[in-house]
């Protein structure tokens, strides 16, 4: 029988904002719950509110101080502002900041532990501004953004995370979990140039090894799709970003098991290879210190661990460690990176030297090594011998052991509970933290169900965690790959309660993409976004609790560069196997459509866009697929419909000016027994 969770197992039951409601119109639901002004401090300093470039705002909204501001941020080739212009003006393609403070007006107090909703929603050439921030017309524009239709959205959405799939084939779903379109959820399916193995997320962009192309594709967030591939070393498998998020270390593994291979260092903010450097035989594993001065570089087939100074980033210390290096993990309480091997042992590798630091030996079969939140203890599965060890990173110890079920290979942590994957059983282990600690004491787990099979039964696991922590809640996204399914469990329950669909793929991996407006100091609330188009736009703000609405006015500038190219000739975007403009398809099979992009009269062939795309609508169900570029103007996308009717089709090209809602369709799609559409 299965542990039930209860108040005494330090469990909590609590429902993310973003799942309360229906799919559509009511799914956001905001729980801002500030003290009353009688129970707060008479004297309180208000938040320290950063001065720099960039657009601010403040009004007064009842009762509330709202201070709102938008800050570019400097990229490399990229600074802030450009040149001869005003210092922090906001320009289209620029990374910005956006930072919320909410303080009480009467007592100045920060108010914390709020879900503010914002929107950055481009106003129509034609429009004119609301009549009063915070009167009627602000309050109907975010009643229809919260509505969540296709045609109303914004074009920045601050309240939104992205579920984002890694499959078994050379794609990646994007999930979103807010809005749903038709019964279907599917946002966007970015194709790779090969099965994906492992990823890592930097600010808006995410960094996807490829084995098969020996390279890492660079997913930009804002548009779903690969915009930059980077070239490394062979059969690229893992990634880890280091904390500072200068580098991305990506250990690439050759193709035989008797080459010398290692990592290649990937500076994140011009994406180009900064280093590479070799380390002994694979596999390999990567862990970085928390101050990002080292890294530590398991080989597989020489039993050591290469220690790597990131300053100059070269090979410090080869440290012999015990045969078949598996895992490493680096936790920053106890300074140590554990190292994990298939003959059971355990190795610390202090950080501040070279240096074995202690050994402790266990059975046979280690899989995985991770650290607990707090950085003092790491957590170790056996997956032959199904076993779980807790060990004491400051004590180099273990402090407990115990059974678990078939074939344990992952681990994923929540603030309070370690949570274990098993390729052998659909069942996820979950382990409170606090118990975990107690030396002395059996080790304490409840389960649920992951799924209705067992992962091993779909295709092999990926080096990127099946198991991710969901934004905002005490709850975590578990993918299975045979399901196909994402299932989304909130801790205190018995079940996950509730999953997405894959459609048709299986998600080996899962990780998310938060775009939300997330506390980062008492009453400041933030996130980076990066403006896609310019104009005027009313940066749009929701508190629920007390019910305020407030829009703001903010220009974004044009870039030089992308307005001359939209000033160009137009892009004409046709579909030659569109008979009349009708295309003909059987639901749930593939089509490849062919298109052309030309400019008008004798401008000839445009190839080389690597942003158009084709947007495919039915009702309230809507996806994008990319056009892949076959040359001299001529392009493919690869398109299924999930069920029998009409679809309408748009061709898209921002760069060239074809943006969403501003072109009549391209073709429409009749799938099964639909009408004629003619």
Known sequence: MRARPSPSSGFRRRSPWWLVGGARGGALVLACMPASAAALPLAVEPPVWPTGPGWRGRAVVSGVVVDFAVEPLAEIGRPASGPGEPSGTLREGRLVRFRLALTDAETGYPLDGLYPAAWMDLRPPEAAAPDDAGGRGCAERVETLLGGSLLSRAELDLNAYYVVAMNHD????????????????????????APAEDWALAGDRLFVTQPGADEVAVVETSEWRASTHVPVGPRPARAVLQPDGGYLWVAYEGTGPAVRTGVSVVAVANLAERARIVTGRGPHDVAISGDSRRAFVTNGGDGTVSVIEVARLEVVATLPTAPDPVSIAWCEAAGVAWVGHADGTLAAIAGDRPAVAARLTTEPGLAQVRCAPGGRYAFAVNSEADLLHVIDGAGRRIVKSGPVADRPDQLAFSRTLAYVRHLGSDVVLMVPLADAAEAGTPLHVVDFPGGSKPPGEGPPPARAAAIVKAPGADAVLVANPADGMIYYYSEGMAAPRGAFENYGRAPRAVTVVDNSLRPRA????????????????????????????????????PDPEADARRRRVPLRVAAPDAEKGLLRARAGEEIRLELTAEGPGSAGPRAGLADLELLVMAGGWHVRRPARD????????????PSDGLYYLYAECPSEGLLPGTTRPLAYLVAGDAADAE
């Open 170 to 193: 050379a794609t990646l779903s994007v999930v979103d979990p807010l809005f749903g379109y038709g019964g279907s959820k599917l946002l966007a399916l970015v194709e790779l140039r």
């Open 522 to 557: 008492p009453g400041v609330y933030e996130t980076t976004a990066r403006l896609r188009r310019p104009g005027t736009y009313d940066l749009a703000l929701l508190l629920d609790t007390p019910r305020a609405v407030h829009c703001f006015e903010v220009e974004v500038a």
């Open 630 to 641: 076959l040359g001299g103007g001529r392009y493919e996308v690869a398109l299924t419909v």
